[in-house]
T-cell receptor
Framework: DQQVKQNSPSLSVQEGRISILNCDYT??????FLWYKKYPAEGPTFLIS?????DKNEDGRFTVFLNKSAKHLSLHIVPSQPGDSAVYFC???????????FGKGTTLSVSS | DAGITQSPRHKVTETGTPVTLRCHQT?????MYWYRQDPGHGLRLIHY???????DKGEVSDGYSVSRSKTEDFLLTLESATSSQTSVYFC????????????????FGAGTRLSVL
């Protein structure tokens, strides 16, 4: 049973527009949520995170929104750039030093 | 980039042979993890370590063992490789200092692509 779900396997966006990647979770014990970006033949790279006491965290072009009552989070990328084309993973954890539970990933393609 | 080196980067082996993958870190982080990534799945935790000689099982630990005799090295062993263990293996580390949000961030190595024929 998947605890972290990314229901859209792929997303295509034009350069300069907004990319919105979505993630749902089922485990109410999760307190920390992270987004990773992964290029082919490389390891996942940490992008941005948020704790459950917040509803928004922003870092440059990347913003993560958390709706705890809906058990939903989203990653907004504005403006999108061709270099953002990658697989994006949503991950969650209940506490530090334990497993990150990953979604299956969403492949983002940004066309110029 | 976090100082994490995985070796080898690629390996092809035969069913039934033992295989050891190595993860080496230069960050002196206490926590280290092994994940595998397969098509149709996200990353799944195999084993993790919370200190020298302290390890625990993850979600998909069957067929794998680990050892950590030094802070900087975390070894993953497939005692008798099977075709179902063909995968990409990632090592990760996380700090124990900083705020709670920082301590939940795991930093990943570049991965080892393992093929079991």
């Amino acid at each position: 049973d998947q605890q972290v779900k990314q229901n859209s396997p792929s997303l295509s966006v034009q350069e300069g527009r907004i990319s919105i990647l979505n993630c749902d979770y089922t485990n109410s014990m999760f307190d920390y949520f992270l987004w990773y970006k992964k290029y082919p033949a490389e390891g996942p790279t940490f992008l941005i995170s948020i704790s459950s006491i917040k509803d928004k965290n922003e870092d440059g072009r990347f913003t993560v929104f958390l709706n705890k009552s809906a058990k939903h989070l989203s990653l907004h990328i504005v403006p999108s750039q061709p270099g953002d084309s990658a697989v994006y993973f949503c991950a969650a954890s209940a506490t530090a030093g334990t497993a990150l539970i990953f979604g299956k990933g969403t492949t983002l393609s940004v066309s110029s | 980039d976090a100082g994490i080196t995985q070796s080898p980067r690629h390996k092809v082996t035969e069913t039934g042979t033992p295989v050891t993958l190595r993860c080496h870190q230069t960050e002196n982080h206490r926590y280290m993890y092994w994940y595998r990534q397969d098509p149709g799945h996200g990353l799944r935790l195999i084993h993790y370590s919370y200190g020298v000689k302290d390890t625990d099982k993850g979600e998909v630990s069957d067929g794998y063992s680990v050892s950590r005799s030094k802070t900087e090295d975390f070894l993953l062993t497939l005692e008798s490789a099977t075709s179902s263990q063909t995968s990409v293996y990632f090592c990760a580390i996380s700090p124990t200092s900083g705020g709670n949000l920082a301590k939940n961030i795991q930093y990943f190595g570049a991965g080892t692509r393992l093929s079991v024929l």
